[in-house]
């Protein structure tokens, strides 16, 4: 049963120190999202790549957060330095181009 | 602005009860997925349905592209149908890239047993 993972599931971390989420997309697909929920804007879409390249970060803060994909079967999500209003679950997805997206479980991330 | 809005905000339900909710979306689609999201805060997918109807066992749905709306149904509902109801949207002439998923802001749904 291929899954969307996200390591890790879990983060606590002070203000101003960096913070880097992994995802493993599903293999085979060629499209990875990143996006981010939270109780005052709800599920929003940060960036996303296809074949590695990416082809949109308008919804990423760009002076602090950066998304790469390494490889086919890694992307990474990093925020540098983190403050207190990025604490949030980050969740990547992955799918073919325009079909079904499948979402991981998610990273809940607190900014102390 | 491109808009996703799901009605009802907020439904309980006792056991067996049936609903629908809606997603009404404000521009041509790409895509549009109807999601749960279960208690601990996994999101599951329901139906990929841009048009058309689909069934899968007590879950049903419906996309009329033409008239920017998307129906959920729900029949015979058991407590574990409780979660947040989900309705995200992928806009065909978005400013950005086209696959990416606008969401509704979800149909908070308890059901009692």
């Known amino acids: 049963d291929a899954r969307v993972t996200q390591t890790p599931r879990h983060k606590v971390t002070e203000m101003g120190q960096e913070v880097t989420m992994r995802c493993q997309p599903i293999?085979?697909?060629?499209?990875v999202f990143w996006y981010r929920q939270t109780m005052m804007q709800g599920l929003e879409l940060l960036a996303y790549?296809?074949?590695?390249?990416?082809?949109?970060d308008s919804g990423m803060p760009k002076d602090r957060f950066s998304a790469e994909m390494p490889d086919a079967t890694l992307a990474t999500l990093k925020i540098q330095p983190s403050e207190p209003r990025d604490s949030a679950v980050y969740f990547c997805?992955?799918?073919?181009?325009?079909?079904?997206?499948?979402f991981g479980p998610g990273t809940r991330l607190t900014v102390l | 602005g491109i808009q996703v809005e799901q009605s009802p905000p907020d439904l309980i339900l006792q056991e067996g009860a049936n609903s629908t909710l809606r997603c009404n979306f404000s521009?041509?689609?790409?895509?549009l997925q109807w999601f749960h999201q279960n208690p601990w805060g996994q999101l599951i997918n329901l139906f990929y349905?841009?048009?058309g109807t689909k069934q899968n066992g007590r879950l049903s749905a419906t996309t009329v592209a033409t008239e920017r709306y998307s129906l959920l149904y729900i029949s015979s509902s058991q407590t574990t149908d409780s979660g947040v109801y989900f309705c995200?949207?992928?806009?065909?002439?978005?400013?950005?890239?086209?696959?990416?998923?606008?969401f509704g802001k979800g149909t908070h749904l308890i059901i009692q047993p």
């Open positions: 997805a992955s799918g073919l181009v325009l079909d079904t997206q499948y």
């Open positions: 521009d041509s689609v790409n895509n």
């Open positions: 293999l085979g697909h060629n499209t």
């Open positions: 790549f296809r074949n590695r390249a990416p082809l949109d």
């Open positions: 995200a949207v992928a806009f065909m002439y978005s400013g950005g890239g086209a696959d990416g998923l606008t």
């Open positions: 349905i841009p048009s």
